[in-house]
């Protein structure tokens, strides 16, 4: 079956633009998050949807930050405007339900100079 | 934060069994233990779960202490594409949502 794909790969931008990344999760995944992975640390669950509703945004930035899944399905996670301290990974994972597995796409790395 | 610790980081040589341990000494009756590892520039996989019983996959095997404030996670047979930070996860269960929450893990360099 087809994986969790992103787009784009890399991205690099200058600090106070904005940018997007877009997500399409495996078909028939209900729940979708998106993480922030720092250099060196681990992933930081940034937001998660059940379908097309939130379930958790506790440490998505929301004066920055905004994500949403329309229609149940893509979602997109938008930065505006950039700050130098978040280039990072941005990983896209999702599941069949919230209690399932979790599978990840290949992530888009953005640096913020 | 992370309910567990790791080492971070442990070296294995080819074909020998790593034993990767966690401590997770906070853990709740129903919260299970997760692994997952991520080979460089790639997205995290899932590796294996459990509860409180031992379990096995084709990845590999989770001994869980019967008190369940620790665990290891098996790879029987290393090979150099088992290089990878390998994160072990009690899952955060906020009410009725799971989620996890990654620590920094445990670099695992599997030498020739």
């Known amino acids: 079956e087809a994986g969790v794909a992103q787009s784009p790969r890399y991205k690099i931008i200058e600090k106070r633009q904005s940018v997007a990344f877009w997500c399409n999760p495996i078909s028939g995944h209900a729940t979708l998050y998106w993480y922030q992975q720092i250099l060196g640390q681990g992933p930081k669950l940034l937001i998660q949807f059940q379908n097309n509703g939130v379930v958790d945004d506790s440490q998505l930035p929301k004066d920055r930050f905004s994500a949403e899944r329309l229609k149940g399905v893509d979602s997109t996670l938008k930065i505006q405007p950039a700050k130098l301290e978040d280039s990072a990974v941005y990983l896209c994972?999702?599941?069949?339900?919230?209690?399932?597995?979790?599978?990840f796409g290949p992530g888009t790395r953005l640096t913020v100079l | 934060d992370a309910k567990t610790t790791q080492p971070p980081s442990m070296d294995c040589a080819e074909g020998r069994a790593a034993n990767l341990p966690c401590n997770h000494s906070?853990?709740?009756?129903?919260?299970?233990v997760y692994w997952y590892r991520q080979i460089h520039s790639q997205g995290p996989q899932y590796i294996i779960h459990g509860l409180k019983n031992n379990e096995t996959n084709e990845m590999a095997s989770l001994i869980i202490t019967e008190d369940r404030k620790s665990s290891t996670l098996i790879l029987p047979h290393a090979t150099l594409r088992d290089t990878a930070v390998y994160y072990c996860i009690v899952e955060d269960d906020g009410g009725s949502n799971y989620k996890l929450t990654f620590g920094k893990g445990t670099l695992l360099t599997v030498n020739p």
């Open positions: 994972a999702s599941s069949f339900d919230r209690y399932n597995e979790q599978f």
């Open positions: 906070t853990i709740s009756g129903n919260e299970y």
